[in-house]
């Protein structure tokens, strides 16, 4: 049967779970507030995750996206991004990836892994972005403690650590000395 949710209910759920069951969850709520944490996931515009996330944070009446790192690369990793918060921007990607991603036909199909107008990509994204640098956040965090923890082995597992260290260290020496590459793939491959 279906579940309600009361008015205040807060639901914390995981991009796969949503994309297992996303219309489920529509179906059973009305979204006021998304917040989609790590949205550089929904960059993939035909990723099952992307075509299911896109409409619950469309309908919610206020969506939040967080990332560190909103596009690793190029302007198009942003174009789903701008979707969820904004669909009237750029109602299809064609406009936004011919100016914005340098778009070329090539025999294989339109490219758009290049940029273009990024000065004014930049003044659009001001009104979608509140970017943070560590210098501006890391003085809210504690100092890094470092600490050593010592564990310990019972004497059964001691004689197998030891063959396995023992054994990486001529693996490693031996790498260090190898000049071919398959070889040492084959080397390294065999102590793991």
């Known amino acids: 049967g279906k579940q309600s949710f009361g008015e205040e209910s807060v639901i914390v759920i995981s991009y796969d779970l949503v994309a297992r069951?996303?219309?489920?969850?529509?179906?059973?709520?009305?979204?006021k507030i998304v917040i989609a944490d790590e949205s550089h996931y929904l960059k993939n515009s035909q990723a099952r995750r992307t075509k299911v996330c896109l409409p619950i944070l469309q309908q919610a009446r206020r969506a939040i996206l967080l990332s560190g790192t909103p596009a690793l690369s190029r302007p198009?990793?942003?174009?789903?991004?701008?979707?969820?918060?904004?669909?009237?921007?750029?109602?299809?990607p064609?406009?936004?990836t011919s100016r914005?991603?340098?778009?070329k036909q090539s025999r294989f199909g339109w490219d758009y892994t290049g940029s273009s107008h990024l000065n004014e990509l930049h003044c659009i994204l001001q009104n979608f972005i509140i970017r943070r640098t560590k210098d501006q956040v890391l003085t809210q965090l504690p100092q890094k403690r470092r600490s050593r923890a010592y564990v310990s082995i019972d004497s059964s597992h001691m004689a197998a650590?030891?063959?396995?260290?023992?054994?990486?260290?001529?693996?490693t020496a031996?790498?260090?000395t190898t000049s071919d590459l398959s070889e040492a793939k084959t080397k390294r491959c065999s102590i793991i």
Not at 100 to 103: M, V
Request: charged content about 25%; aromatic content about 12%; proline content about 8%.
């Open 100 to 103: 914005y991603c340098d778009a």
């Open 174 to 176: 031996s790498l260090r």
């Open 161 to 171: 650590l030891r063959k396995a260290m023992t054994q990486f260290k001529k693996t």
């Open 76 to 92: 198009v990793e942003l174009f789903t991004q701008l979707q969820a918060l904004h669909p009237d921007l750029f109602p299809k």
């Open 21 to 31: 069951r996303g219309e489920e969850i529509l179906e059973l709520v009305s979204p």
């Open 94 to 96: 064609f406009p936004y």
